[in-house]
């Protein structure tokens, strides 16, 4: 991996930032935050058309399911659903909730099942992102995937203007942002500060989502970009003001939709919303 991988124990420190914000996730992502919410209504879109009964069969891996939000919605429409995390109390609060029926604490570089035993698997809210060794991970979801099985996530963009205001900010190294920018390569380390502790969070180029699907053996079917327009307006400020920042980021919406599935404007989102598919043997 290019960029700033500080730390050999990101596992621990992952699970213990989503353990300390299970209670509240919901809240916060989706009742507090419009950024947020913009992006959970684009995933459930490409969620309903793949998962209301048509293409995808019966078992499917809620990859990072955290507090069980998609794993209701499998169960509810009859799948049976595998949720794995890595925050323990995020888990707990999904079966407290009575979200997950079969839940599994792991990790997802080292996935405990065995070869093709799912139909799909969906990992949404930017797993992949907090996974270092992303590649392993990648590996792992074929391995456990049937053939011809969907793997369906969102990742966030390297290059797009959001990553240029953070690079400028000191949120994201503006040497690893302009190597992206440059050679197609998103491996750079991200770090949010958690009790003096540093998180890692990844980003990704499109030309590295390519070639990592293709290399363990998925073909894309498609990816729709989210916040493309809207992605003017820095994170910082759109992810948790209201007043003119959410009524100028609303009616940057409007032209999202129609930007977010066509080239070149999707390239230049901030998160890309990928279906892909495994190759059959």
């Given amino acids: 991996m290019e960029g700033d991988d500080q730390s050999s124990n990101y596992e621990t420190y992952v699970s213990n930032v989503y353990d300390e ?59 049976h659903v595998v949720s794995l995390d890595i925050s323990h109390a995020s888990l707990n609060k999904c079966v407290r909730s009575r979200r997950c029926s079969d839940p599994v604490q792991g990790d997802a570089v080292k996935l405990p099942f065995r070869d093709g035993y799912f139909d799909a698997v969906v990992a949404y809210g930017s797993v992949f992102n907090h996974i270092v060794k992303t590649e392993d991970a990648f590996r792992e979801v074929s391995r456990v995937l049937s053939g011809g099985g969907y793997l369906i996530f969102d990742v966030d963009n390297l290059v797009c203007p959001d990553m240029a205001y953070e690079s400028l900010l000191g949120g994201v190294p503006i040497r690893g942002f302009l190597k992206g920018l440059i050679s197609g390569n998103g491996h750079v380390g991200y770090w949010y500060n958690h009790d003096h502790e540093n998180i890692p969070f990844r980003f990704f180029t499109i030309k590295e989502i390519r070639n990592i699907l293709s290399n363990y053996g998925f073909r894309l079917i ?29 009616l940057l919406y409007l032209f999202d939709d129609t930007l977010g599935r066509h080239a070149p404007f999707k390239y230049m989102a901030t998160t890309f919303l990928v279906v892909s598919r495994k190759n059959n043997a």
Avoid: C
Avoid at 238 to 249: E, K, M, R, V, Y
């Fill in 21 to 79: 914000m299970a209670s509240n996730y919901e809240r916060i992502y989706l009742k507090l935050s419009q950024y947020y919410r913009h992006v959970y209504s684009e995933l459930y879109a490409v969620f309903r058309d793949y998962f209301n009964g048509v293409k995808i069969r019966s078992k499917i891996l809620d990859l990072g399911s955290g507090t069980g939000i998609w794993t209701r919605l499998l169960r509810e429409r009859g799948y």
């Fill in 222 to 250: 498609s990816l729709r970009g989210i916040h493309v327009l809207s992605n003017v307006i820095p994170s910082r400020l759109h992810q948790w003001n209201n007043g003119i920042t959410s009524s100028l980021a609303s």
